[in-house]
């Protein structure tokens, strides 16, 4: 596994021997994102009140006291929070049991955490698959570890204040620790927290996806990266046919839909009427038994198409629109959760779809974001969705991307049927049409 490292700073890790952190301090900084984890919110802090760890839980594998939240070890020197979903997690159950003799307290996903980093170190990173945040304290070593999943879908930020390292899933959780936002107005136009580590708060930093942050012996920050993408050289022929390129990404499709249909409570899906949503609900519904699948989405209206699918697949739907009364009713709510800037009022229909999704008794989700505002309904006691959102990104959906691609003949597959005029052409109105919007 590769390591990359760099120091940021010395002495600034924690506090001081005198300011010991307040178990309230810790409490109002859950319920500044309780929304995030209704279930059951812990706290633990060190002896020396130097360390505390928080979470709000939402359960959605390992119900029950046993997945509950800081964990421990079982000598009681290392622990751990866990915020999102690890993929997988029972062939690492039954790996670290048969090698190891491990002992895990519960059926959390999140656990296999503690039973990792017990055995490889730091190094157990590179076996984590899923959507993760996770901040770790090992008292022997005097060490805490804060990691990012690969592609940054759970969030995590960090900062420094009055000599304290904060690390949180959500910047508001630092409020009640002293820290207090500044814009930062520099990364704000030059979009550095869209790009980069930066946010649009000054000191505030974001760990960045497939990095880790190390804090030693209350002294040393560092960062590194545990994991990067590994592209093919784009001057490589590639040999496969069309054919065996299709197989193969619908194979990869129908594994990543299967790992995260895994969970202890129903499953369901937001749609829309785009091709990433709808292949994601066929999908699932393969995968699924007939009738456990609940679908919805958010943005623009595509709900014909969105019903047409969801009545070819056989399952409920329902709809619901969002009008200028209705985006600008949950406006300054949207904000609030999401802290940073967007292009467009598609995150207000998200917002409203989650709390619709909320409401329904709804935890997790798997769509092929983006779509129009519909929500799902069957069965009522669905948890667990399913969401593809990111696909624009991962297979060029959008205008911006296709210009990129456009650029430079494509080397890797000379035999296509783009001429080498309609590639300039096509390149010429992909940047027209692109200009007013980047």
Request: aromatic letters at 10%.
């Given at each position: 596994?590769k390591?990359k490292?760099?120091k940021?700073t010395?002495?600034?890790?924690?506090?001081?021997?005198?300011?010991?952190l307040?178990e309230?301090?810790l409490?109002?900084?859950?319920d500044?994102?309780?929304?995030?984890?209704?279930?059951?919110?812990?706290?633990w802090?060190?002896?020396?009140?130097?360390?505390?760890?928080?979470?709000?839980r939402?359960?959605?594998?390992?119900?029950?006291?046993?997945g509950r939240q800081p964990?421990?070890s079982?000598?009681?020197?290392?622990?751990?929070?866990?915020?999102?979903e690890?993929y997988e997690?029972?062939?690492i159950?039954?790996?670290?049991i048969k090698?190891?003799?491990?002992?895990?307290?519960?059926g959390s996903?999140?656990?296999i955490?503690?039973a990792l980093?017990?055995?490889?170190g730091?190094?157990?990173l590179?076996q984590?698959?899923?959507?993760y945040?996770?901040?770790?304290y090992?008292?022997?070593k005097?060490?805490?570890l804060a990691?990012?999943?690969?592609s940054?879908?759970?969030?995590?930020f960090w900062?420094?204040?009055d000599?304290?390292?904060?690390?949180a899933?959500?910047?508001?959780?630092?409020l009640?620790?002293?820290?207090r936002p500044r814009?930062?107005?520099?990364s704000?136009?030059?979009?550095g927290?869209?790009t980069?580590?930066r946010?649009i708060?000054?000191?505030?930093?974001k760990?960045r996806?497939?990095?880790?942050?190390?804090?030693?012996?209350f002294?040393?920050?560092?960062?590194?990266q545990?994991?990067?993408?590994?592209?093919?050289?784009k001057?490589?022929?590639e040999?496969?046919?069309e054919?065996?390129m299709?197989e193969?990404?619908?194979s990869?499709?129908?594994?990543?839909?299967r790992v995260?249909l895994?969970?202890?409570?129903?499953v369901?899906?937001?749609?829309?009427?785009g091709?990433d949503?709808a292949?994601?609900?066929?999908?699932a519904?393969h995968?699924l038994?007939?009738?456990?699948?609940k679908?919805g989405?958010?943005?623009?209206d595509?709900?014909?198409?969105?019903?047409n699918?969801?009545?070819f697949?056989?399952?409920?739907?329902?709809?619901?629109h969002?009008?200028e009364?209705a985006?600008?009713?949950?406006f300054?709510e949207?904000v609030?959760?999401?802290e940073q800037?967007?292009?467009?009022?598609?995150?207000?229909?998200?917002?409203a779809l989650?709390?619709?999704t909320?409401?329904?008794g709804?935890?997790?989700?798997i769509?092929?974001w983006f779509g129009?505002?519909?929500?799902?309904t069957?069965?009522?006691?669905?948890?667990?969705i399913?969401?593809?959102?990111?696909?624009d990104?991962?297979?060029g959906g959008y205008?911006v991307?296709?210009?990129?691609?456009?650029?430079?003949?494509?080397h890797a597959?000379?035999?296509n049927?783009?001429?080498?005029p309609?590639?300039?052409?096509k390149l010429q109105?992909?940047?027209?049409?692109t200009a007013?919007?980047f």
């Amino acid at each position: 596994m590769k390591f990359k490292k760099r120091k940021l700073t010395n002495g600034a890790s924690s506090q001081d021997d005198t300011s010991v952190l307040r178990e309230d301090q810790l409490d109002r900084s859950l319920d500044a994102i309780r929304h995030r984890g209704p279930d059951s919110p812990g706290t633990w802090i060190s002896p020396d009140g130097r360390v505390g760890l928080g979470s709000c839980r939402l359960e959605i594998n390992g119900l029950g006291p046993g997945g509950r939240q800081p964990f421990s070890s079982n000598d009681g020197t290392i622990h751990a929070v866990v915020n999102g979903e690890l993929y997988e997690h029972q062939r690492i159950r039954d790996d670290m049991i048969k090698r190891f003799g491990y002992r895990f307290k519960g059926g959390s996903d999140s656990e296999i955490v503690m039973a990792l980093y017990e055995h490889y170190g730091m190094s157990f990173l590179s076996q984590l698959r899923g959507e993760y945040a996770l901040c770790l304290y090992d008292a022997k070593k005097q060490i805490l570890l804060a990691a990012r999943d690969r592609s940054g879908i759970k969030p995590l930020f960090w900062t420094v204040h009055d000599g304290r390292l904060l690390l949180a899933s959500e910047a508001k959780a630092l409020l009640p620790f002293g820290w207090r936002p500044r814009w930062d107005v520099r990364s704000i136009i030059d979009k550095g927290w869209l790009t980069e580590e930066r946010t649009i708060f000054k000191g505030l930093r974001k760990v960045r996806p497939g990095y880790y942050l190390t804090c030693l012996s209350f002294d040393h920050i560092a960062d590194g990266q545990y994991w990067d993408h590994d592209y093919s050289q784009k001057h490589a022929v590639e040999t496969r046919t069309e054919e065996e390129m299709i197989e193969g990404v619908r194979s990869k499709m129908l594994d990543a839909v299967r790992v995260r249909l895994q969970a202890d409570v129903p499953v369901g899906i937001h749609l829309s009427g785009g091709i990433d949503s709808a292949v994601i609900a066929g999908m699932a519904k393969h995968l699924l038994d007939k009738g456990e699948v609940k679908l919805g989405s958010s943005g623009f209206d595509e709900s014909v198409i969105a019903q047409n699918t969801a009545d070819f697949l056989g399952v409920d739907f329902q709809k619901t629109h969002m009008d200028e009364a209705a985006l600008a009713a949950d406006f300054e709510e949207a904000v609030w959760f999401d802290e940073q800037p967007h292009f467009d009022l598609g995150f207000i229909g998200k917002h409203a779809l989650s709390k619709l999704t909320r409401d329904s008794g709804i935890k997790t989700v798997i769509s092929g974001w983006f779509g129009s505002s519909h929500a799902l309904t069957r069965p009522a006691s669905l948890t667990n969705i399913a969401t593809g959102q990111g696909s624009d990104e991962i297979f060029g959906g959008y205008d911006v991307y296709l210009q990129d691609y456009l650029r430079e003949p494509d080397h890797a597959w000379p035999n296509n049927d783009l001429s080498e005029p309609k590639r300039l052409q096509k390149l010429q109105e992909c940047e027209i049409k692109t200009a007013d919007g980047f």
